[in-house]
Structures are given as structure tokens and as C-alpha cells.
């Protein structure tokens, strides 16, 4: 098994998901599972289901590092006749299986009739061949136990998972044989042209393409939910079939967020390979594996995230933007100071106003709300717009007009209420906690008084933080930041000193987010936060201040138990989320709600709220956050996201989403008919988004919050969306040669100052200098012995800094590129376990790799010490790994 087989197994996992029941294959598998292995998955497919059960088999599958189980998993797959999914990873091509997706929605959408009209005993016979044998079993068991409508329903679930290529015609060929009704349903073409069912444009579409069709450059700014993207598939078309003969052209669509890159790609490939189109993507995600110059040149529409044609720009990969005739940049407001869109656009405006005479492509950009920044009128507003359609090179803003009423009929606009609730009374739970901080805040004001005249910068305005806030939060990283440079000449007593500040701040901002949890969801919530992390805490160093700290904390566990446990603290706000859900569910119980709330330990908790409340546990809750990390949480993954929203789009028993601002943005999620924004309000764009989520008639939106501000500003939203409307309206009545002049010299502006801050290349520091654990700050190495593994991951080489660290098994261990994650690697410093990075697998060496926000840099001349948030910022001199240098 190698490494890039392992990674090709992950990256086309959710195929598997879809296809295998790993309980039909564990038989074959015992050489490699471990009994409790075996029950987990069972337990996963009879409670959860096939498709979670196949997830947690995949995850045991990937951890596996004994010889011989890749053969293993293959030889299972072909003895439990899995001949179509053995075939794709054989040759990790999904081509086949990828072209029964449409056959799979076609059934999906006419089960209801097949259930109704198919007698599954009578044509079982004849299907047998494109099921796995235990799934006809089964068929037979459910008619005789259950009846045969729950048979048939049995079928359609086990033929939706069928990896057999020619599944549909052979169900076609048994309909025919028995005459059945559900046959002139079920039609099946050689081309399968018939399932893509080319739409009609609505006129309001039409009237939103038509500026770009005639070649002009244009900010295409409609409501989510009517169809930008249907309106962007337009434009593709017409500008690749208007070429004059011999020429063709090239078309790039950019995507910021990664759901909506594969979701655009799906969209482009299926309408546009049908016409004999060529579509490819690259996203940071596949940027490893491909090349972008070869995809470039070989296709004639490209789905990009835009970082990969910034990245391309700079290093020639691509030689400039003339290699394409269209540009289309979806959610085309963010293109403002260092976004990648503007890094694109500043590449274009040096190519427009440097007098090049090559061809330089369209320019289309696509919105739901082009903003108005922090205008206070319209004339303000006005000079917004015109700055981003100077970024963007349009001088047109295509808006439905002429075709509002038809527009009105698809996307309906939610009724918006705004819900002012009372927070607790009295917070017993928060008094508790509240002293603990008390308390806490003593023993680091006490680590002061020890060295008498020195005090850190901000320590005496701990008082005037409000325990419980995201103020409070930043106080604690400023305090950090600032512990981490503080020296003494003594370096045991400084190493002693900063480490205890680093541990008391760290169970502050624990106990700050506990308070968070508390205000927004259940006290029980908050508790369990704080438990798993001092559970974490006994795991790792436990020195002699965290015992005391734990100790402390566990002398009010019983009380913050029975806190917890009193039905008398319910949060007020919950109480009025659950009346909310339940007043719209008995209204209307096909009901699609989408709950915005501000972050992920929200999710979280809320999650947990509705499955344990007997009135809600049937809306079986799905979640959606972001793929960033914040404060050691990981966030989601790219196929867990897809996951999320394919469950949403498809499973009718999952009724509602919980979500942070990832769902804001372009990802198409099902027609809901609820919006509601929890404690959660943002810019103009944000709320225009998110309202635009709640896309079915009769829809509502409601903003819940403890907080009059809170509504107050949603309100300044609303202002602020006028505002824009009516400053888009005076800008259309503008002369085009006027708004044109207009942009240009704004764009003259813009190059002039751009050009006077040119980016100078800072020169490197040659003096060595030392890096020192963060937290303890013990020695870990020299800079002359850092090197530089492909331009961006940075490793130590020599044996001395191997003293420096242990390791332990890396919990979540994946490959990237050429690098195998193995172990994460900690200060070997007795009681400090600081993480300083991770041990990987590079190509045929083991190396560690460290990340400098780990650390201090001490200059070894003067002792000053600095910190760097990122490697970019640290201008040493960056020696490039060399495999010589490695011991044989």
C-alpha cells in the first residue's frame, strides 16, 4: 500500500460511502478489524445508517498500517461482488459509477411510484445480477415480513447503491418483461441526454444576461436563490459558440469557498460536456496532484478557487490573463484589498493600464449585494460601488427590472421578525465560574508581585474586562503575546514565569468560552466544554499549577453539576427557539429551516440541545461550519461539508441546519422555508445572504437575541440595503461613456498608489538566530539549521533538536503531496508538552516539521525576543531542504 494509494482512497471516499455496506464485506475482513472494530460499524449501520456505517468503516480502513490490507479490502469487495466499486479503485478511475448518478436522482425522484406500482418479487429474478446477493436476501425477508410496498422501498435503496454499470437497462429490460406501469417511467437512453432536461430561461435571466452577452464587462447583482449561476451557464455558452471560425475561447469560473467550487464544477461539467465541452477544476485541495498549465491549455471551461491563478501569475505557471476570453467571479464583493480576487484584478489593471496590446478577457461578476461599505449616504454609497466596479472593470450593473414580477414569483422574500428575549435572571452557574476566573487572575497578578517593579503591559486592566466576552478573549491573547517576548536575566526564572502566565491565561479563556456556551445554549453544554478540557489537561503534563488549577475547579464540579442539572436555570433563549421551531413545524411540518448562529462550540451545543429535547429530536439536526482552525478545533472537511449538504438536500428526515457564516455564501442548499439568525447579525451582504437562504413561499426570518443592539443593527441593515438599491438605480441612469471615465480614473488612482507602496523584497537577517519553546521557553534550535521543504513547510536537520522534542501517534493521520502525517511532536521539557508541530513521512525521510508560532526568536547578540504569527513574516535567511545533508 502506498502512500498515494491510501490518499487517492481518501480523496474518492464518498463514492465508497455511497456504494458499499461495509457489513457485507467485515467477514472477509477479520485478518485487519478488531473484534470491537466490527461492532462499532454494526452498531453505526442499525442506528444510524449504511452510509454513516460506511464513513466509520472507511475511517478504521485509513488507519490501518499493517501489510496487505489494501489487497485485503479489494479481494472483499470482489467476493461480496462489489465488481464495479473493485473495478474504480483498481484503477482509481469513477468515470462509470460518476455517470449513474443521474439514473440514481431519476430514481430517487420516482420512488414514490415504484413503491406504488412495482411488485419487487416479480422482477427480483431478472435485477438479481446488479445486486449483491445478501441485499436480494433481504428484499425477499422485508416482502414477507413487512409487505411489498416496504420490498420495493428496500429495492430502490439497495439499486441506488448498485455499482453495476448497466443496473438501469437491466431494470428496464425486467419492467418490460412484466409489463409494468412504472416502465414508461423508467426510460433509458444510450446517451442518457434525456435525464438533463434543458431549462428554459426565465425572462428575468435573459434580462440579466443580456449586457454581458453583448461583450460588455458586468457586475450581475440578484437576489440568492434566482438562478446567478443558470444566468453565468448563459453567458459561457453564447461567448463560446459566438468565436469567428478557427478561434476559440477560454472561460475560467473562480469559486472562493470550496463546497461551492465543487458544487460549480458539477454544475459547468453536466451542461457543458454535453455539448462537447471540455470542463476541469483545480482547488488548493487538488492543486497537489495536477497540473494547472496542462488543465489551462487542455480544457475550455476551468473551475477555479482564485488563490491557484494568483499562485499561477506569480510563479509564470501561467503566463498572464490573455490566455483567457472570460472571467466569471462568483460572489464578486469580495473583491477588495488582498483578496485573491483583487490579485487577479490588480494583474489585469497593470496589463490594461501598461498599454499592452494583448487581448485582455470579459469580466463578469456575480452577487447577491454589492455592499456599501461604511456609507452614511448615498453619495457615499455611490463611491463605494464605483470602487468595486473599478476593481472589477465593469461599467454595467445588470438588475432585474423590466422582469421584477416574474422575479417576485421564484424568490420569495421572508417575512422578517426580530425576537427580543430575556436572558437568565440570576446565573448561578456564571457566579461559579466567575470566581474561579477571580481566582485565577490572583495566582497570575501573584506571578507579578513576586518580581516587584516589572508588570506586563495590561495586566491592571484586567478589571475592566467583562468575564464571558470576545473582549475578554483578546485580552488574553494580547497577555500572551506580550508573556511570550517578556525576559529576565535570569532565563530558569523567566522559562518558570511565562509558562505559568501561559497556563493561568490558557484556563482563562477556557472558562471564557464555557461563559459563552452558557449565555447561548445549555449551563450542561458549558460544563461538559469544561470538563473535556481538564480531562485533556490530567492527559498531558500536569504540573504542579494545572493540578492546582484542576483541583480548584473540581472543588465546584459538584455544585456546577447540580447548577446544571436545575430545571430552574433553562435558558429563557432556548425556551423561545423551542416555541419558534415548534409554532412552525405544527404549521407546517414539511418545514426546511436553516439556524445561523456565530461559532462552532454553538453548533455544537445547540446540536446536542435539539437531539436531547424529546419535542425536537425529530427535526434530526445536520451541521455545517467552516474547514478552518480556531483555538485547536479543527473544522469541517471538504467531503464532511459535501456530506452535510448532500444529507440536507436529499434526506427529508433531516429538517433543519445548523450553521455558521460558511453557509452564507453561493452553497446551494435546499428551498427552506425558516431562517433563523441566533445571537448572529453582520454587514449588509451578510444579512442580504443569509435571508436569502429562506428561498420557498411564505418563509420567514427571524433574528433572536437578548441584545437591543443586536436588533438595532439588523435594522441599520435594513437602511443600509435601501441605500444600496437606490444607489445602484442612479448609477444605471448614468451615461455609459461617463461611468466608464468614471472607473477608469479611479483605476488610475488606485494603480498610482498601488505603485508608490510597491512590495519591496525584505532582505533576509543572516545573523543566526534561536528559537525557544513558546511556552517554557527552553532552547530548540538554531536558525542555520532550519530548512525549507517545498517552499512552505520548514523542518530542523542535525540530531541535537531531535533531544529537543518527543512524539506521540498523530490522532488524525492523512497524506499531503509528497508528506505522510505521522506524529505530532512536543517539547520534551518535563511539564510543558507545548505542540510544536508534526512528524511526517517526506518522500523517503522522516523529518519534523515545525511551526514558528510555536516559539520565540531570540537574537543571540542583544537577547531581544520577537514573535511571528506565520513563517512569511520571519525574514531569515531560508536555506531549501537538501537531501545530502540526511543521514544515510
Not at 272 to 277: D, I, P
Request: glycine content about 4%; hydrophobic content about 35%.
Amino acid at each position: 500500500m502506498t502512500a498515494e494509494e491510501r490518499r487517492n482512497l481518501r480523496a474518492f471516499q464518498d463514492y465508497v460511502i455511497k456504494i458499499l455496506d461495509p457489513t457485507y464485506i467485515l467477514s472477509y475482513m477479520s485478518p485487519w478489524f478488531k473484534d470491537d472494530e466490527v461492532q462499532y460499524i454494526w452498531a453505526e449501520k442499525n442506528n444510524k445508517g449504511t452510509m454513516e456505517a460506511a464513513s466509520l468503516f472507511l475511517k478504521f480502513l485509513l488507519e490501518l498500517q499493517e501489510e496487505g490490507w489494501f489487497r485485503g479490502f479489494l479481494d472483499a469487495l470482489a467476493h461480496a461482488g462489489y465488481s464495479g466499486l473493485y473495478e474504480a479503485i483498481e484503477s482509481w478511475d469513477f468515470q462509470t459509477i460518476e455517470r449513474l448518478e443521474e439514473y440514481r436522482s431519476l430514481l430517487k425522484r420516482l420512488q414514490p411510484e415504484f413503491k406504488t406500482t412495482v411488485n419487487p418479487k416479480d422482477i427480483l429474478p431478472e435485477v438479481s445480477k446488479c445486486l449483491i446477493s445478501q441485499e436480494c436476501e433481504e428484499i425477499m425477508q422485508v416482502c414477507s415480513n413487512k409487505g411489498l410496498m416496504a420490498g420495493a422501498e428496500k429495492m430502490v435503496e439497495c439499486f441506488l447503491r448498485s455499482d453495476k454499470e448497466n443496473w438501469p437497462k437491466t431494470l428496464k429490460l425486467a419492467l418490460d418483461k412484466e409489463e409494468s406501469k412504472f416502465s414508461e417511467l423508467w426510460t433509458v437512453d444510450k446517451e442518457v441526454s434525456h435525464i438533463y432536461t434543458p431549462v428554459k430561461p426565465r425572462n428575468y435571466q435573459l434580462e440579466l444576461a443580456l449586457p454581458a452577452k453583448e461583450g460588455k464587462n458586468t457586475i450581475i447583482c440578484a437576489p440568492t436563490g434566482c438562478g446567478k449561476t443558470f444566468v453565468s451557464l448563459l453567458i459561457c455558452e453564447h461567448h463560446l459558440k459566438n468565436f469567428p471560425q478557427g478561434q476559440k475561447g477560454k472561460v475560467v469560473f473562480f469559486a472562493v469557498q470550496l463546497p461551492v467550487y465543487e458544487q460549480q464544477k458539477s454544475v459547468f461539467s453536466n451542461y457543458f460536456e454535453r455539448l462537447g465541452y471540455k470542463v476541469a477544476g483545480v482547488s488548493g485541495a487538488t492543486s497537489e496532484n495536477v497540473s494547472v498549465k496542462q488543465i489551462v491549455e487542455n480544457n475550455d471551461i476551468i473551475i477555479l478557487t482564485p488563490q491557484i491563478l494568483v499562485n499561477s501569475l506569480k510563479n509564470g505557471t501561467i503566463p498572464s490573463l490573455s490566455v483567457f476570453t472570460l472571467m466569471i467571479f462568483d460572489e464578486c464583493h469580495n473583491t477588495g484589498k488582498h483578496h485573491p480576487y483583487n490579485m487577479i484584478m490588480f494583474n489585469y489593471l497593470d496589463q490594461k493600464l501598461g498599454g499592452s496590446s494583448d487581448p485582455l478577457p470579459q469580466v463578469i461578476g456575480l452577487t447577491a449585494s454589492v455592499g456599501i461599505g461604511d456609507a452614511k449616504s448615498t453619495a457615499e454609497a455611490v463611491e463605494y460601488i464605483c470602487r468595486l466596479c473599478a476593481s472589477l472593470d465593469t461599467s454595467v450593473i445588470a438588475t432585474v427590472k423590466d422582469n421584477l414580477e416574474e422575479l417576485e414569483e421564484i424568490v420569495y422574500k421572508p417575512q422578517k421578525f426580530f425576537r427580543k428575549v430575556e436572558s437568565r435572571t440570576t446565573d448561578r452557574f456564571k457566579c461559579i465560574i466567575s470566581q474561579l476566573m477571580r481566582e485565577t487572575e490572583s495566582l497570575a497578578k501573584s506571578i507579578f508581585d513576586e518580581i516587584g517593579t516589572i508588570t506586563l503591559e495590561g495586566i491592571s486592566q484586567i478589571r475592566n474586562r467583562e468575564f464571558g466576552t470576545q473582549k475578554y478573549e483578546q485580552w488574553i491573547v494580547t497577555v500572551q503575546k506580550a508573556c511570550t517576548v517578556f525576559q529576565l536575566p535570569d532565563k530558569d526564572e523567566e522559562s518558570r514565569i511565562c509558562k505559568a502566565l501561559f497556563l493561568y491565561t490558557s484556563h482563562l479563556r477556557k472558562y471564557n468560552d464555557a461563559l459563552i456556551i452558557n449565555e447561548h445554549a445549555r449551563m450542561k453544554d458549558a460544563l461538559d466544554y469544561l470538563k473535556d478540557f481538564f480531562t485533556n489537561v490530567r492527559a498531558a503534563g500536569f504540573d504542579e499549577i494545572e493540578q492546582d488549577l484542576t483541583r480548584r475547579f473540581e472543588e465546584k464540579l459538584q455544585k456546577l453539576e447540580s447548577v446544571s442539572m436545575d430545571p430552574s436555570n433553562e435558558n429563557p433563549k432556548l425556551k423561545d427557539l423551542c416555541f419558534i421551531l415548534q409554532e412552525e413545524y405544527h404549521l407546517n411540518p414539511e418545514s426546511r429551516t436553516i439556524l445561523f448562529v456565530k461559532t462552532r462550540a454553538l453548533v455544537d451545543a445547540l446540536k446536542k440541545w435539539i437531539e436531547e429535547n424529546s419535542e425536537l429530536s425529530f427535526l434530526k439536526p445536520g451541521i455545517l461550519t467552516g474547514r478552518g482552525k480556531t483555538n485547536q478545533n479543527t473544522g469541517m472537511t471538504l467531503p464532511a461539508q459535501k456530506c452535510a449538504l448532500d444529507a440536507f438536500r436529499t434526506n427529508g428526515d433531516k429538517k433543519i441546519l445548523i450553521a455558521t457564516s460558511v453557509a452564507d455564501e453561493g452553497i446551494d442548499i435546499a428551498e427552506c422555508n425558516l431562517v433563523i439568525l441566533y445571537e448572529y447579525v453582520g454587514n449588509v451582504i451578510k444579512m442580504i445572504q443569509t435571508r436569502g437562504r429562506g428561498r420557498a413561499r411564505g418563509s420567514k426570518c427571524f433574528l433572536l437575541t437578548s441584545n437591543a443592539v443586536v436588533i438595532e443593527k439588523e435594522k441599520i441593515n435594513i437602511y443600509k440595503e435601501k441605500m444600496m438599491n437606490d444607489s445602484i438605480s442612479m448609477l444605471q441612469t448614468w451615461n455609459e461613456a461617463v461611468f466608464k471615465e468614471k472607473v477608469l480614473q479611479i483605476q488610475i488612482q488606485e494603480k498610482v498608489i498601488r505603485d508608490s507602496q510597491g512590495k519591496v523584497e525584505p532582505v533576509p537577517d543572516k545573523e543566526n538566530k534561536k528559537l525557544l519553546c513558546r511556552k517554557c521557553k527552553a532552547f530548540a534550535c538554531y536558525t542555520v539549521d532550519i530548512r525549507v521543504v517545498e517552499e512552505c513547510h520548514y523542518t530542523v536537520v542535525g540530531d541535537a533538536f531531535r533531544k529537543c522534542f518527543v512524539s506521540k501517534l498523530h490522532p488524525k493521520p492523512k497524506s499531503f503531496g509528497y508528506f505522510e502525517k505521522r506524529a505530532k511532536i512536543f517539547c520534551a521539557r518535563p511539564n510543558c508538552s507545548h505542540d510544536w508541530g508534526i512528524h511526517v513521512k517526506y518522500k523517503i525521510f522522516e523529518i519534523p516539521v515545525i511551526k514558528i508560532e510555536s516559539f520565540v526568536v531570540e537574537d543571540i547578540a542583544t537577547g531581544a525576543q520577537k514573535l511571528y504569527a506565520k513563517w512569511k513574516d520571519f525574514h531569515f535567511e531560508k536555506i531549501p531542504f537538501d537531501a545530502k545533508e540526511m543521514p544515510k
